[in-house]
């Protein structure tokens, strides 16, 4: 994909994750946000001044996302849906986590277009398929279920109406209703020998998607509720867990990765990367805040 790519692909920073996740661009801020799980921390990325805040959490976090008020941003975290006002730094909690945390954890989380959060839960160990999907919207007592008995939840995007996800352990993508998950009208696409991790989606309907322990990315062609497999992009890091685009044009993609497992890793794994493309991503959704919030 020498005309996707529009430049070289270099670290953002000094700081290497555990596991590094769930990048967001707050267009408002011109920044990046994102977390390393195992390490309970949030991160930003402000590109104008080249500066890296690190702030610890308190609980196990998977997601930062943006909401409809300035500053003030989601957490999808294991104690609970919450809100974090970056200023004060308070936390409140919007609703619990919705299972058992000695069994399962949050992880990959996104904004609908309807302002709700999707969010999915994995088990501790990687192993057993007890995670699921949930949605959760403002107003609502708890998050409600939409599909259970996944094991590693990965990769949520919408286009043409349809949501795309993944499950890694299954090395599968799935679409359906855009609205609801609905299983038994789900389609199915295999990644082959790839591990789908999370994923980004262009203006044009390409989504990018981290494969996880493969050194790469990996494009796909969304046509007509097809996923057409395209071809691979090597990164210098041996697990990109995520990516999404940013920057004033939202050109600039940026991919995260993680060191997890790893007794030598080389000095880039962990990294927060970067590299200028010639597409544009799609903008950030926004979860829509309780009223009395």
Not at 16 to 23: F, H, I, K, W
Not at 116 to 125: A, H, N, Q, V
Not at 223 to 228: D, P, V
Request: aromatic residues 10%; proline residues 6%; negative net charge.
């Amino acid at each position: 994909m020498a005309d996707f790519l529009r430049s070289e692909i270099t670290p953002v920073n000094d700081y290497r994750a555990e596991l590094g996740e769930t990048p967001v661009w707050c267009d408002r801020s011109q920044s990046l946000l994102w977390v390393d799980i195992n390490r309970r921390r949030l991160l930003r990325y402000w590109p104008s001044r080249r500066e890296t805040e690190i702030r610890n959490l308190p609980t196990v976090t998977s997601a930062v996302l943006l909401t409809d008020k300035d500053e003030v941003f989601l957490l999808a975290a294991h104690q609970g849906i919450a809100t974090y006002d970056y200023a004060s730094g308070e936390i409140t909690v919007l609703c619990d986590y919705p299972e058992e945390t000695s069994k399962t954890r949050p992880n990959e989380a996104a904004i609908a277009p309807d302002g709700s959060l999707w969010f999915g839960t994995m088990d501790l160990t990687e192993g057993e398929p007890i995670g699921a999907w949930y949605r959760f919207a403002a107003g609502d007592a708890a998050p409600e279920m939409m599909m259970d008995k996944l094991t590693i939840p990965n990769t949520l995007v919408w286009h043409e109406n349809r949501v795309w996800f993944a499950d890694s352990d299954a090395k599968r993508f799935y679409s359906g209703n855009g609205k609801r998950i609905n299983p038994r009208t789900l389609s199915c696409y295999s990644s082959g020998e790839l591990t789908p991790d999370g994923s980004t989606l262009t203006t044009g309907g390409r989504l990018i998607n981290a494969c996880f322990g493969h050194h790469c990315l990996f494009t796909y062609q969304i046509n007509e509720g097809e996923l057409l497999a395209e071809e691979a992009i090597p990164l210098p890091v041996t697990q990109p867990s995520c990516c999404t685009f940013g920057g004033p044009e939202r050109k600039t993609l940026f991919i995260t990765s993680a060191r997890k497992g790893m007794e030598n890793p080389d000095a880039l794994e962990g990294a927060l990367l970067q590299v200028e493309t010639s597409e544009t991503g799609m903008p950030q959704h926004r979860f829509i805040l309780p009223a009395s919030h």
